[in-house]
């Protein structure tokens, strides 16, 4: 019998990846396409759904190229939670003040509904509760109601589809406008079994999207992985170069994807703490321009500052708390921009930078577990752009204690490291907070750009004190969107059934566990 694949397309913040996957969870080929951001204004970020699409195409075409097409099974999506606008013709509208209709997303890291946000939150609403207490700037219901004020007419009153772009992309790809239940718990208040609270959106200001049994924003809904429509359309098989009536599984986001791809994994024989342990003892991290902190439990957990709890979000009928931090690998790139500036010259021409200033780091310590304290006079507060979980506050800004006017290579590098022990101890802080509601948490398994560099990795497990957990197959974010479409193929009943991959284990060290705790008590 031929063999059978599946494609995992993942549209992450700066690029759009595609892998062609076997059957036992394995990646054959895989490919990566730029696509653009544009920001028109301070705190607005854009993007056109239009272009993601057409790299989708290019991407699924590289990855099956040698590959005949009736042996592609299924194709998943996955995206991250930006918003998707368009009008009754499915054509885009544009969401900035510049009227460039191309320009129809907004993306997940625009905060330019932060006020918007603030008053949602002060309705004290009941679907507060499901978001931690507090209505984020990075969700969908703030985003719309900034559109309603400030582009009624350019974008509000022409729009009549507004998607998650993981949605946006099943859409794409079937023309079923059945959303995903993992980016309307998540992004948008829906509450399975009862779905939308009209008077929520009341509240609010945007009761226009009742209409039509909400048509606007999703008027059905299914578990991620489920068979959407009839397969792939004629039209988007062309686009793809695939066969029409390839099964698409309804699509999940970007970090849930990562998610679904490392939480389950086989690790028996390690000696984890969470070895016979509930997979409820085990925290998905994804870590990449942002971090996302997934836990999972089998009762609903309220985490003051922590999303959720959502039902059926990333795991079926498993209940998800999602913590995070909106700048990681972004704010790392963010901080050695504005020293290697500074600089004469890059020592590290043709060399991967995070390899180089490991390296250096390690040349600077007496010994690998010294690396640790060349930070402490050294601080950073790494909410540049504010504060996901727990604080939950946007508007919280970074901070750096203990400059002095030297610029030298010595000084880039310790300023690499203090970032770097300042997002493990705020992944820390998420775990307290989580901890105090009731999860029991005892490994992590991480995924993403950033657990590539072994320095975080090795950080964040001297920070929490947990062992650190890392795929072999180090896509999972691709893997986890394969797997919707191999669950939608039907080759599998659900997408808890393919999980045994191989792994690698960091464990932790314990030797500056006090010392970690110290900067912790301080901040």
């Given at each position: 019998?031929?063999?059978?694949?599946?494609?995992?397309?993942?549209?992450g913040?700066?690029?759009?990846?595609?892998a062609?996957?076997?059957?036992?969870?394995q990646?054959?080929?895989?490919?990566?396409?730029p696509?653009?951001?544009?920001?028109?204004?301070?705190?607005?970020y854009?993007?056109?759904?239009?272009?993601?699409?057409d790299k989708c195409?290019?991407?699924?075409?590289?990855?099956?190229?040698?590959?005949?097409s009736?042996?592609?099974?299924?194709i998943?999506?996955?995206a991250t939670?930006?918003?998707?606008?368009?009008?009754?013709s499915?054509?885009?509208?544009?969401?900035s003040q510049?009227?460039?209709?191309?320009?129809?997303v907004?993306?997940?890291?625009?905060?330019?509904?932060?006020?918007q946000?603030?008053?949602?939150?002060?309705?004290?609403?009941?679907?507060?509760s499901?978001v931690?207490g507090?209505?984020?700037?990075?969700?969908?219901?703030?985003?719309?109601?900034?559109?309603?004020?400030?582009?009624?007419?350019?974008?509000?009153?022409?729009?009549?589809?507004?998607?998650?772009l993981?949605?946006?992309?099943?859409?794409k790809?079937?023309?079923?406008l059945?959303r995903?239940?993992?980016t309307?718990?998540?992004?948008?208040?829906?509450?399975?079994?009862?779905?939308?609270?009209?008077?929520f959106?009341?509240?609010?200001?945007?009761?226009?999207?009742l209409?039509?049994?909400?048509?606007?924003?999703?008027?059905?809904?299914?578990?991620?992985?489920?068979?959407?429509g009839?397969g792939l359309?004629?039209?988007?098989a062309?686009?793809?170069?695939?066969d029409?009536?390839?099964?698409?599984?309804?699509?999940?986001?970007?970090?849930?994807?990562?998610?679904?791809?490392?939480?389950?994994?086989?690790?028996?024989?390690?000696q984890?703490?969470?070895e016979?342990?509930?997979?409820?003892s085990?925290?998905?991290?994804?870590?990449?321009t942002?971090?996302?902190h997934?836990a999972?439990?089998?009762?609903?957990?309220?985490v003051?500052?922590?999303?959720?709890?959502?039902?059926s979000?990333?795991v079926?009928?498993?209940w998800?708390?999602?913590?995070?931090?909106?700048?990681?690998?972004?704010l790392?790139?963010?901080?050695?921009?504005?020293v290697l500036?500074?600089?004469?010259?890059?020592?590290?021409?043709?060399?991967?930078?995070?390899?180089y200033l490991?390296?250096h780091?390690?040349?600077m310590?007496?010994?690998?577990?010294?690396?640790?304290?060349?930070?402490?006079?050294l601080h950073?507060?790494?909410d540049?752009?504010?504060?996901?979980?727990p604080?939950?506050?946007?508007?919280?800004k970074?901070?750096v204690?203990?400059l002095?006017?030297?610029q030298?290579?010595?000084d880039?590098?310790?300023?690499?490291?203090?970032?770097?022990?300042?997002?493990?101890?705020?992944?820390?802080?998420i775990l307290?907070?989580m901890?105090e509601?009731?999860?029991d948490?005892?490994?992590?398994?991480?995924?993403?750009?950033?657990?590539k560099?072994?320095?975080f990795?090795?950080?964040?497990?001297?920070?929490?004190?947990?062992p650190v957990?890392?795929?072999?197959?180090?896509?999972?974010?691709?893997?986890?969107a394969?797997?919707?479409?191999?669950c939608?193929?039907?080759?599998?009943?659900?997408?808890?059934v393919?999980?045994?991959?191989?792994?690698?284990?960091?464990?932790?060290?314990?030797?500056?566990?006090?010392?970690?705790?110290?900067?912790?008590?301080?901040?």
């Amino acid at each position: 019998m031929a063999e059978r694949f599946y494609v995992g397309v993942d549209v992450g913040t700066a690029s759009v990846r595609a892998a062609l996957v076997t059957r036992d969870g394995q990646l054959r080929r895989t490919a990566e396409e730029p696509i653009s951001i544009w920001e028109p204004q301070s705190d607005h970020y854009v993007q056109s759904s239009t272009e993601i699409w057409d790299k989708c195409c290019k991407v699924v075409k590289k990855v099956i190229h040698g590959v005949k097409s009736s042996q592609v099974r299924g194709i998943g999506f996955d995206a991250t939670c930006s918003l998707v606008v368009l009008d009754q013709s499915f054509q885009p509208v544009p969401v900035s003040q510049d009227g460039d209709s191309q320009r129809n997303v907004v993306m997940w890291m625009d905060h330019r509904a932060a006020e918007q946000a603030a008053r949602i939150t002060n309705t004290g609403h009941g679907v507060l509760s499901r978001v931690g207490g507090v209505m984020s700037p990075e969700m969908q219901p703030p985003k719309l109601l900034w559109l309603k004020e400030n582009l009624k007419e350019s974008c509000w009153n022409k729009a009549a589809h507004f998607f998650d772009l993981p949605d946006f992309l099943s859409w794409k790809a079937t023309d079923s406008l059945t959303r995903s239940l993992c980016t309307l718990v998540c992004k948008w208040t829906y509450c399975p079994p009862e779905g939308w609270d009209a008077s929520f959106w009341t509240s609010i200001g945007l009761e226009d999207l009742l209409e039509n049994n909400f048509c606007k924003i999703g008027s059905a809904s299914c578990s991620p992985g489920s068979p959407l429509g009839d397969g792939l359309t004629q039209e988007a098989a062309a686009d793809l170069g695939l066969d029409p009536g390839i099964a698409v599984g309804a699509s999940l986001i970007d970090a849930h994807a990562g998610g679904l791809g490392v939480i389950g994994a086989d690790v028996t024989g390690f000696q984890l703490p969470c070895e016979n342990q509930p997979i409820t003892s085990r925290m998905a991290m994804i870590c990449g321009t942002s971090s996302c902190h997934m836990a999972i439990s089998e009762r609903p957990l309220f985490v003051p500052g922590v999303w959720g709890p959502c039902l059926s979000a990333m795991v079926p009928d498993m209940w998800l708390n999602e913590g995070g931090q909106s700048a990681t690998g972004r704010l790392v790139m963010s901080m050695l921009q504005h020293v290697l500036f500074c600089l004469p010259r890059a020592p590290f021409t043709g060399e991967n930078i995070y390899s180089y200033l490991n390296s250096h780091l390690s040349l600077m310590a007496s010994s690998d577990s010294a690396v640790d304290l060349l930070g402490s006079s050294l601080h950073v507060w790494p909410d540049f752009h504010g504060n996901r979980s727990p604080l939950a506050d946007p508007t919280l800004k970074g901070m750096v204690v203990g400059l002095s006017l030297s610029q030298t290579l010595d000084d880039l590098a310790l300023l690499y490291l203090a970032t770097i022990q300042a997002l493990a101890l705020g992944t820390l802080h998420i775990l307290e907070a989580m901890k105090e509601a009731g999860h029991d948490i005892r490994t992590l398994f991480l995924c993403g750009g950033l657990s590539k560099n072994p320095l975080f990795v090795q950080i964040h497990a001297n920070a929490t004190g947990l062992p650190v957990v890392l795929p072999d197959q180090m896509e999972a974010v691709l893997v986890g969107a394969a797997v919707l479409g191999a669950c939608a193929s039907q080759d599998y009943s659900n997408i808890q059934v393919e999980r045994h991959r191989k792994y690698k284990v960091f464990l932790q060290l314990f030797s500056h566990q006090r010392e970690y705790q110290a900067l912790m008590n301080h901040r």
